[in-house]
């Protein structure tokens, strides 16, 4: 499949987008605010990289952590992306680790996912019984293959698998609730990459996550709770600057992970997701449906 190299993105949180704008990896060049059918969308910012394009917006709110993972548009943000043009949707995000083979500050990327959230739209095409589509890789494999070979071009390692499971939050997990999730197989759990990446699918964009652990899970390592800490103690002092350390990785993981998949054309399925339906002819303009259907519900 051809495709325009230059439809990139980034989601990220806002200290993200302080580190891409402080340290020379790209150029800011205009913000957007695209209007979308389920209210306006996180700011999207067009950055100039190294020979190629790319967007990049914050999840959470761009001044801080503004809007919790449960109270996200994720709707809104996916459909301006995908009204940007973005086909290829770096992810980045900050779960805890249920295996504790996983350190914090270490790298991951998912290869699978768990979702366990509980109140967020996660269909665009509410009412017309499409929808069906298959999850044998919810993450992008060629984004994931990019995001691998770039986090180690850092000088950093990474896992290059692991099972992300997606809480609703905004509270953390109790003890019982890590010792079942691992039990099920979850390496990683988080806030905020579902139903992100299944909405993404359904808009046939790519899309996987860098994950960087920000701290054991609770009960996966016996931590007192220390009131006014982040975390209530969950982290310890030497564990915080490694997980700084992976942040301030960022812009350089981003740099060289966009780098790769500007060079290769898009060669995954999941541009086709919705290829049976549009065989079909129940899915031409995936934009245009997903607005006439969020104008009926
Ligand atoms: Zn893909």
């Known amino acids: 499949m051809r495709t325009n190299r230059a439809a990139l993105a980034v989601i990220g949180g806002s200290k993200a987008y302080d580190l891409l704008r402080d340290n020379g990896f790209g150029k800011e060049e205009k913000k957007e605010i695209v209007k ?44 301006a992306l995908k009204k940007l043009g973005v086909e ?4 980045w995000s900050g779960p805890g680790a249920v295996n504790p083979a996983i350190a914090p500050g270490d790298f991951a990327v998912p290869h699978d996912a768990i979702d366990m959230t509980r109140n ?19 993450f992008c494999p060629e984004i994931r293959a990019a995001a691998i070979a770039g ?4 000088g950093a390692g ?10 609703e939050g905004p509270r953390l997990e109790t003890a019982a609730e890590i010792k079942m999730f691992g039990q099920w197989g979850a390496d990683l759990v988080g806030m ?3 139903p992100e990446a299944f909405l993404a699918r359904q808009m046939e964009m790519c899309y996987a996550a860098v994950c960087y652990c920000t701290n054991y ?11 006014g800490e982040l975390f209530e103690g969950m982290l310890s002092a030497a564990e915080k600057e490694k997980v700084e350390d992976a942040v301030f990785r960022f812009p350089h993981v981003i740099a060289e992970t966009l780098h790769r998949l500007s060079r290769r054309e898009r060669g995954c399925k999941c541009g086709v997701a919705m290829e049976r339906y ?5 899915a031409g303009d995936l934009l245009q449906l997903a607005k006439s259907c969020a104008k009926k519900s």
């Open 88 to 91: 290829r949707i770096v992810s």
């Open 120 to 138: 967020r739209a996660s269909n665009f095409f509410e009412g017309t019984g499409l929808g069906f589509i298959r999850m044998s890789e919810p």
């Open 158 to 167: 990474a896992r290059d698998r692991g099972v992300y499971l997606c809480t």
């Open 151 to 154: 986090i180690a071009a850092t």
């Open 192 to 194: 905020t990459l579902l």
């Open 217 to 227: 899970a609770e009960g996966v390592v016996a931590r007192d709770f220390r009131e």
């Open 36 to 79: 979308t059918p389920y209210g306006p969308a996180a700011s999207a910012r067009l950055f100039h990289g190294d020979g190629y394009h790319y967007w990049f917006m914050s999840r959470h709110g761009e001044k801080g952590y503004d809007t919790a993972a449960a109270y996200v548009n994720y709707r809104a943000n996916i459909w």
């Open 278 to 282: 549009r065989r079909e002819g129940r």
